[in-house]
T-cell receptor
Framework: NAGVTQTPKFRVLKTGQSMTLLCAQD?????MYWYRQDPGMGLRLIHY???????AKGEVPDGYNVSRLKKQNFLLGLESAAPSQTSVYFC????????????????FGEGSRLTVL | AQSVTQLGSHVSVSEGALVLLRCNYS??????LFWYVQYPNQGLQLLLK??????LVKGINGFEAEFKKSETSFHLTKPSAHMSDAAEYFC????????????FGAGTQVVVTP
C-alpha cells in the first residue's frame, strides 16, 4: 500500500527560484492538505482541498500556490522561493466521512525537506 | 476558534518508567482530539483519537489517553516506556462540525534513556 507519496524528498533552491512539490494518494480520499513543519511550531496548514478542482487557504498560505486537477494529486508550488520557506513539507489526505470511519484522521506522506539558500 | 497547548517541548524518561505527555485544548464547540507520533525522518501517524465515545481511549503501542472535559485536557500515557517510543508526539484538535481540519500542538520530543 503506497498511501501518500511525496516527490521530491529533498531539494535545495536558490532565492527566487521556483519549484513544485507533488503529492499523490491512492486511497480515494476527498480531502488533501499541505503542511509545513518548523522546529517548535508543530505543523501549520498552508493550503487544503476538499475535492477535485477546489483549493482553499490555510493558516500560512502566502508565497505558495496549489492545484488539484486530479482527485489523487495535490501540487504545491513556490513561485519565488525565499529563505523563510526553508522547512519540511508534509502532504496529508483524509476521508470526508465522520461516521463509521476515522473522524478527521489524516494520512501523511514522509515529507519533503526544502532548503532555500 | 480552537487551539492546543502541549506542556513541555522535551521529555526524558527512563526505559520502563511511566510516559506522561500533557495536552490542553480550547475549542468553541465539542472537539475531536488526536495524538499523532512522528518517528525520525518519517511522516506523522495516528496513535489514538477521541470522537465523543469512551473518554478513556486506547491506541497503538500501549498508549492511552483520557478526555477530561472539566480540565479541557487529553493527556497521553504509557505505563512502561520502551526505547522504540523515542519520537515526537503531537496533540491535535478538530471541531466536530468540520471536515477534519486539525489544529496541531507544537509537539513534545520524547527521549528514552536506558
Amino acid at each position: 500500500n503506497a498511501g501518500v507519496t511525496q516527490t521530491p524528498k529533498f531539494r535545495v533552491l536558490k532565492t527566487g527560484q521556483s519549484m513544485t512539490l507533488l503529492c499523490a494518494q491512492d486511497m480515494n480520499h476527498e480531502y488533501m492538505y499541505w503542511y509545513r513543519q518548523d522546529p517548535g511550531m508543530g505543523l501549520r496548514l498552508i493550503h487544503y482541498s476538499v475535492g477535485e478542482g477546489t483549493t482553499a487557504k490555510g493558516e500560512v498560505p502566502d508565497g505558495y500556490n496549489v492545484s488539484r486537477l486530479k482527485k489523487q494529486n495535490f501540487l504545491l508550488g513556490l513561485e519565488s522561493a525565499a529563505p523563510s520557506q526553508t522547512s519540511v513539507y508534509f502532504c496529508a489526505s483524509s476521508d470526508r466521512k465522520f461516521g463509521g470511519t476515522p473522524a478527521g484522521e489524516l494520512f501523511f506522506g514522509e515529507g519533503s525537506r526544502l532548503t532555500v539558500l | 476558534a480552537q487551539s492546543v497547548t502541549q506542556l513541555g517541548s522535551h521529555v526524558s524518561v527512563s526505559e520502563g518508567a511511566l510516559v506522561l505527555l500533557r495536552c490542553n485544548y480550547s475549542s468553541s464547540v465539542p472537539p475531536y482530539l488526536f495524538w499523532y507520533v512522528q518517528y525520525p525522518n518519517q511522516g506523522l501517524q495516528l496513535l489514538l483519537k477521541y470522537t465523543s465515545a469512551a473518554t478513556l481511549v486506547k491506541g497503538i503501542n500501549g498508549f492511552e489517553a483520557e478526555f477530561k472535559k472539566s480540565e479541557t485536557s487529553f493527556h497521553l500515557t504509557k505505563p512502561s516506556a520502551h526505547m522504540s517510543d523515542a519520537a515526537e508526539y503531537f496533540c491535535a484538535v478538530s471541531p466536530t462540525d468540520s471536515w477534519g481540519k486539525l489544529q496541531f500542538g507544537a509537539g513534545t520530543q520524547v527521549v528514552v534513556t536506558p
